[in-house]
């Protein structure tokens, strides 16, 4: 009966509520869902409904203990990435839809206004969105007050916070980078389960300095000293060849970080028709390949000491499978939620669950990275 409700839900949504989303300027369509799921967040009859018609569960097969991530539960592999709601506002809504795990933010030390509209443009012909939002968010030290009432509230989500470096004109030097992401991270104390450190948002004037293992080596060196309740991802760079997200990886080890998500937007635009005047960065389909290939190089040389959350054009349930298989525990998504809707979610667990049966795997974990020697 649910199984479904679902299948309706989320061809619905396809086929009737999508084309007429779809028509809306992306920027509005953006604030609609934002303001739509703030609703049923804040509203018990609608977050009852939403639990109730989303709601699938598989612990046996979904559920995983991560021992690297500080022994952090999960009931299923699948995350809201950062970048949908900056300020922490829609977590029963997520919940409700069955993520086990959510990144909001990204946030920043200041208030961030955020780049000159528009943020976003379609590109449904790609299943992508370019996004050109340069961090706008209400500044940490107001949403360190709603992701902890997240964090608070919740009963299974596992409330992350991705935090940025503020992208503004008052951003200087490197230390002034660097005292940025300390001050996010130390207001953020006990206040979450989990931290991502975003190094790597395309949609800045000061770019992406550390990115470059030096200036990183720095940064998380000042980051160790910071009390953090729980465990650190670090969002990785797409556009970089593996020798040189090796390097950063050789760094990241180092230092007292868990994870690291894989990955971020893409900048290049090779092989797309993309109006030489939009501004900004890839997500969705296009980040695929690229992001497939990192996880499994990163896995076959880092699986042991660092848990990897793959995102980037996971649309099917095969596209989560396949992060899985090449190395990845956890599984965020971002653009299906617009293309999808979020009835996407139980369809990518159901799904999931029938690849692990059909591949003869019993639970998640025996499935993670046992593709990942095809990338060797
Ligand atoms: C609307 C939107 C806003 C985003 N903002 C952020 C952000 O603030 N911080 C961040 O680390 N990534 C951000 N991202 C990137 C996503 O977290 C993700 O890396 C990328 O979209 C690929 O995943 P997807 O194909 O599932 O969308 C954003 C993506 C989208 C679609």
């Known amino acids: 009966m649910r199984w479904f409700l679902q299948k309706c839900a989320l061809f619905f949504y396809i086929h009737l509520v999508k084309p007429i989303l779809f028509r809306i300027q992306p920027d509005d369509m953006h604030e609609k869902m ?50 949908f709601d900056k300020n922490a506002v829609t977590a029963a809504a997520i919940e409700g839809i069955g993520f086990a795990y959510a990144a909001f933010g990204s946030t920043t030390a200041r208030y961030c206004p955020g780049n000159e509209r528009p943020w976003f443009h379609r590109l449904p012909e790609y299943k992508s969105l370019m996004i050109n939002v340069g961090l706008a968010n209400n500044g940490v030290d107001s949403v360190a007050k709603t992701v902890s009432k997240a964090h608070d ?8 916070q991705s935090i940025a470096r503020t992208n503004d004109a008052k ?13 996010s991270l130390g207001q953020l104390f006990g206040k979450t389960a989990y931290i991502e450190i975003n190094i790597s948002c395309p949609n800045t004037f000061k770019g992406e300095p550390f990115t470059d293992p030096v200036r990183l080596d720095a940064l998380l060196t000042r980051l160790d000293k910071v009390k953090r309740s729980g465990p650190v991802t670090l969002k990785m760079p797409s556009d970089k060849t593996w020798e040189e997200f090796r390097e950063l990886l050789e760094v990241v080890v180092k230092h007292d ?23 900004g960065n890839l997500s969705g389909a296009p980040t695929k390949d690229k992001s497939d290939y990192l996880i499994a190089k990163t896995f076959l040389e880092y699986g042991q000491r660092l848990v990897i959350t793959g995102l980037g054009g996971v649309f099917t349930p095969e596209d989560a499978y396949r992060k899985i298989r090449l190395g990845a525990s956890l599984v965020s998504v971002v653009s ?24 003869g795997f019993r639970n998640i974990q025996d499935a993670v990275g046992t593709a990942a020697i095809e990338y060797e």
């Open 171 to 183: 951003a200087a030097d490197d230390s002034e980078g660097i005292e940025d992401y300390a001050y």
């Open 336 to 359: 299906i939620l617009m293309f999808k809707g979020p009835a996407a979610i139980p369809y990518l667990k159901r799904g999931l669950v029938k690849l692990l049966k059909d591949d």
């Open 34 to 83: 934002l303001v739509l799921s703030e609703f049923a967040t804040r509203h018990a009859l609608f977050r009852w409904f939403i639990n109730y018609s989303m709601k699938y569960n598989n612990k046996q097969m979904l559920a995983q203990k991560l021992d690297n991530f500080k022994n952090m539960e999960f009931n299923n592999p699948f995350g809201l990435g950062a970048g």
């Open 257 to 279: 970080v868990q994870g690291v998500t894989i990955s971020n937007l893409r900048k290049n635009r090779e092989g797309l028709e993309i109006p030489k005047d939009w501004k």
């Open 153 to 160: 509230e919740s009963r299974t989500l596992r409330v992350g």
